[in-house]
C-alpha cells in the first residue's frame, strides 16, 4: 500500500489527577477494568517505576463471525447504521445477507412493465461493495425506458419470515434513463463477445457485440452513507442526507486547502490492483485554476512517490454460461476527507485507460505511457502509468486531483 506522510499517533493525555484516568493512575481504583476506558477493554497489569501497563483482553470484533451475525441480528436498522460505521467488519456483518439487507435492478419497458432482477453476487474491497446481476433472460434494450437500483431490507426479521418471500421494502439508490442510451453512456471497453457501457454514477451495462442486447449489469457502490441510502429512501426518492454545517475559520488564511486525506483503489470487484492511502496534501492558493484546486498526491518529478500495480488492469465479466475479461478498464474507488477527517468527496466508478503518444514530462522509464481521468460536478481525477514490458507492470508516475472550488466554498463557508 502506498502511503503518504501522516500524523503519528501519541499515547493519551494525562489529564491530571481530578479526572478519572487521574484517579486510577493515582491509585484511587477499586475495580481491575472500568467501563469508561477505550471501546477495546484492558485490564490493569500492575506497576512498575509507577507506570501502570495495559494488556489487550477479546474484543467483540474477534469473535467468529457467525455469533457476530446472530448478535446483529437482534438489532433496528437504526442500529445497523450506527455499527456499520464502526469498522470495515461491523459493516460487512450489519449489511451481510442474513440481516436481509439486499439490492436489486428494475428495469422498465416504455409501457410500464417492470422486470425485476435480484442481486446475484456481491464482492465488497476496501472502500466499496461489486454487485453482478447476470440472469439468464434479459429483456430487450430496444423497449426499455429506465433502470432502477434499490436497497432492499425486509418487514419482518429474517429470521420469522424468508427474505425472498415476506414483503420487503425498497429505497431507491440511482436511475438511469436508458431511451438516450447512447447519449448518456460512455463505452469504456469491450472483448470479443461482450462491450461494456458506462452510466454515471458507478453503472456498467455489458451488452453482447453480435446484437447489442444486454448481458450483464454491473454496480461499484462506495460505502460513505450506503446502508443509509439502501434503507431510509423510498421507492420513488433517494435518500437525503442532512446538510453539512461549514464552520468558518478566519484564524487560518489557508482554510480549506490543507490537511486533505485520501485514498484511491483500482480493483476488478473480485481482485485489487492498487490502494493507497496518502495523508497530509495541500494546494497553495496559486493553484487555483479555472474552478478547481489542483492537488498533487503522486509528482512525476519525484520517483521516490511512484506505486506500482500489481499486474495487468482487466474487468471481468460472467453470465450464467459465459465468462471473459475486459482489458484496460477496471473500477476506482476515490475517498478524499477533509483535515476533521469527514468525508468530502467520494467516488466509485468504472474507468478506462487511454495510450497517448508521448507524455509531455520526460521520465526516466522506457515503456507504453497510459492516462486514466475521471470527471463528476464535484472533482477530477488525472492518473498518468507507464507500463514496463520486462518486470510486466505498471508504475503510477502522477497523480492529481482537482476539486471544486465552488464545493471547498460550500464546504468550509470560504471564498476562494
Given amino acids: 500500500m502506498a502511503t503518504g506522510g501522516g500524523r503519528a499517533a501519541g499515547p493519551p493525555r494525562n489529564r491530571g489527577a481530578g479526572s478519572r484516568r ?104 476496501d472502500t466499496s461493495v461489486t454487485l453482478y446481476w447476470n440472469g439468464a433472460v434479459w429483456p430487450h434494450l430496444s423497449n426499455l425506458k429506465a433502470l432502477a437500483v434499490y436497497g432492499v431490507i425486509p418487514l419482518f426479521p429474517p429470521s420469522k419470515t424468508p427474505a425472498m418471500n415476506g414483503p420487503r ?33 458507478g453503472m456498467l451495462l455489458g451488452c453482447w457485440q453480435e446484437d447489442g442486447e444486454l448481458a450483464v449489469i454491473v454496480a461499484n457502490l462506495h460505502f460513505h452513507q450506503l446502508i443509509e441510502k439502501s434503507t431510509l429512501g423510498s421507492a420513488t426518492c433517494l435518500y437525503s442526507p442532512p446538510p453539512h454545517e461549514s464552520v468558518l475559520d478566519d484564524v487560518d488564511p489557508e482554510y480549506g486547502l490543507h490537511g486533505y486525506h485520501c485514498h484511491i483503489s483500482l480493483h476488478s470487484g ?53 465468462k471473459g475479461n475486459v482489458q484496460h478498464c477496471c473500477l476506482m474507488d476515490v475517498t478524499v476527507l477533509d483535515e476533521a477527517e469527514k468525508p468530502f468527496w467520494c467516488v466509485s466508478s468504472p474507468v478506462a485507460m487511454h495510450s497517448v503518444c508521448s507524455p509531455a514530462i520526460r521520465y526516466s522509464y522506457l515503456g507504453k505511457w497510459q492516462t486514466i481521468d475521471y470527471k463528476d460536478p464535484e472533482g477530477k481525477i488525472h492518473m498518468e502509468l507507464m507500463w514496463l514490458e520486462e518486470e510486466e507492470q505498471y508504475y503510477i508516475v502522477n497523480l492529481v486531483l482537482y476539486l471544486s472550488v465552488k464545493k471547498v466554498n460550500a464546504w468550509f463557508a470560504t471564498n476562494y
Fill in 22 to 125: 487521574g484517579q486510577l493512575e493515582a491509585g484511587s481504583f477499586g475495580h481491575k477494568s472500568a467501563p469508561w476506558l477505550p471501546s477495546k477493554s484492558y485490564q490493569l497489569r500492575g506497576a512498575k517505576d509507577g507506570k501502570w501497563r495495559y494488556a489487550s483482553l477479546i474484543t467483540i470484533e474477534s469473535l467468529p463471525w457467525e455469533i457476530l451475525q446472530r448478535i446483529f441480528s437482534y438489532l433496528d436498522v437504526s442500529s445497523l447504521l450506527c455499527a456499520g460505521c464502526v469498522s470495515k467488519s461491523f459493516y460487512q456483518v450489519s449489511n451481510d445477507k442474513a440481516l436481509g439487507i439486499t439490492w436489486m435492478v428494475v428495469l422498465r419497458e416504455r409501457n410500464g412493465k417492470e422486470h425485476i432482477q435480484e442481486q446475484s453476487k456481491a464482492y465488497f474491497s
Fill in 169 to 201: 421494502r425498497r429505497s431507491l439508490l440511482a436511475e438511469y434513463n436508458l431511451t438516450t442510451l447512447e447519449e448518456s453512456s460512455m463505452y469504456i471497453g469491450g472483448d470479443k463477445l461482450v462491450k461494456l457501457q458506462c452510466l454515471y454514477p
Fill in 270 to 322: 473480485k481482485s485489487s490492483y492498487m490502494s493507497g492511502s496518502f495523508h497530509s496534501l495541500f494546494c497553495r492558493k496559486d493553484y487555483i485554476q479555472n474552478g478547481f484546486l489542483r492537488i498533487t498526491v503522486i509528482s512525476s518529478k519525484k520517483e521516490s512517490q511512484h506505486s506500482t500495480i500489481s499486474g495487468n488492469l482487466y474487468f471481468p465479466w460472467d453470465t450464467e454460461f459465459l
